[in-house]
C-alpha cells in the first residue's frame, strides 16, 4: 500500500504539471482569459465527475451529512486557489508557478500556530525560512515575477492550504469505502460542487468565448486536472495527507524539467527559453523548495 500510495502521489505530481503547462497554452492565446478557463475546465470536470459518481456508490458510502462541510471546504477553498492559479499563469511561466506552490508550508505554519493553537518546533520554522529562501531563489531566476503574480500566488497557496486540510478530513470520513473507491468518489463529490459554480458563472462568460473549438481547448486541462485529483485523493488515503504531500511536491522540478524542453522545442510563447545557469537556478530552487517541505512535514511521518 506504502508504494502504492508514492506511485499514486508521483502521478498526481506529474499530471499537475501538465495541466500547468496546458492553462498557460490556453490563456497565452490570443482571445482567451484566466475567468473562461476557470468556468470551462469546472463545468466540464463537473460532467466528468456526474458520470462516473453512479459507478463509484456502493453500501459503504456514509450519509451525505458525515462528510458534508469537508467536501465543501476542499471545493470552495480549492476554487478560490484555482482562480488565483490561472491568473498567476496569465504573467508568468508554469515552470516558476509550480514550485512555488511550496509557498503553502508557510500558511500551513501560520495557521496551524495561529488558529489551531499549536506551536511549532525549530526543524518546522527552519523549514519555513527555507521555504522563503526558495522562493527568492525562484523569483529572481531569470529576473524577478511581476507583483501580480505574487500577490496572486500567495491567494492561490492559501486557498489551497486550507483545501488540503479539508480534503484529509473528507478521505478520512470516507475510509470504510475501500482506497481508491473512496478516494475516487471524494474526487467526484467534491467536483459535482465546483462544476456547479461553473454553470451558475457560464452567463458571465461572453458568448463568443463559449464556442466549441474554446471547451475542445479546455479539455486538456480538465482532463490533466481531475487525473491529478484522483492520484493525490488516492495518495492521500494510502500513505496520509502529509507523505502525499511530500510526493505531490516534486511537481515543482518536474514543472523545470517540462518548461525547459518546451522551451527547447521553440515553444517561447509558453516557457521563455533561458539560460543554462537560470534553468540550473532555477532547479536549485525547486529543490531547495521541496527540502523545505520534507522537512516540515516529516515529523508527521
Not at 465543501?72 to 508557478?97: H, P
Not at 523569483?139 to 515575477?145: C, E, L, M, R, T
Not at 457560464?202 to 484522483?230: E, G, N, Q, T
Request: net charge positive.
Amino acid at each position: 500500500m506504502v508504494i502504492q500510495g508514492i506511485l499514486f502521489g508521483l502521478a498526481a505530481a506529474f499530471c499537475q504539471s501538465v495541466c500547468y503547462i496546458l492553462s498557460r497554452f490556453f490563456v497565452t492565446r490570443e482571445g482567451n482569459s484566466s475567468p473562461q478557463l476557470f468556468v470551462l475546465s469546472h463545468v466540464t470536470m463537473g460532467g466528468m465527475a456526474v458520470v462516473l459518481l453512479p459507478f463509484l456508490h456502493s453500501s459503504q458510502c456514509p450519509r451525505i451529512e458525515a462528510y458534508l462541510f469537508p467536501m465543501l471546504g476542499a471545493a470552495l477553498f480549492y476554487l478560490a486557489g484555482q482562480a488565483a492559479l490561472f491568473q498567476t499563469l496569465r504573467w508568468t511561466e508554469a515552470s516558476r508557478v509550480s514550485p512555488m506552490l511550496g509557498l503553502k508550508i508557510l500558511f500551513l505554519a501560520l495557521i496551524t500556530a495561529a488558529f489551531l493553537g499549536q506551536s511549532l518546533s525549530v526543524m518546522r520554522w527552519s523549514a519555513v525560512v527555507l521555504c522563503v529562501l526558495a522562493a527568492f531563489v525562484l523569483n529572481y531566476s531569470g529576473g524577478s515575477i511581476p507583483w501580480q503574480a505574487v500577490l496572486s500566488m500567495l491567494f492561490c497557496c492559501l486557498g489551497y492550504s486550507l483545501s488540503d486540510l479539508s480534503i484529509g478530513e473528507l478521505v478520512e470520513r470516507l475510509r470504510e469505502m475501500g482506497s481508491f473507491r473512496g478516494a475516487a468518489y471524494g474526487v467526484c463529490a467534491t467536483y459535482v460542487v465546483t462544476g456547479a459554480v461553473g454553470v451558475a458563472l457560464l452567463p458571465f462568460v461572453k458568448r463568443d468565448r463559449l464556442r466549441r473549438r474554446a471547451w475542445y481547448a479546455a479539455l486538456p486541462v480538465s482532463i490533466s486536472w481531475f487525473l491529478a485529483m484522483v492520484c493525490l485523493y488516492a495518495s492521500f488515503k494510502l500513505i496520509g495527507v502529509v507523505p502525499g504531500n511530500i510526493m505531490q511536491s516534486t511537481r515543482g522540478i518536474l514543472s523545470i524539467l517540462l518548461g525547459g524542453l518546451i522551451a527547447h522545442r521553440g515553444m517561447t510563447h509558453i516557457e521563455s527559453r533561458v539560460a543554462a545557469g537560470v534553468l540550473w537556478s532555477r532547479v536549485g530552487g525547486a529543490v531547495l523548495m521541496f527540502g523545505a517541505i520534507v522537512l516540515y512535514l516529516v515529523e508527521a511521518l
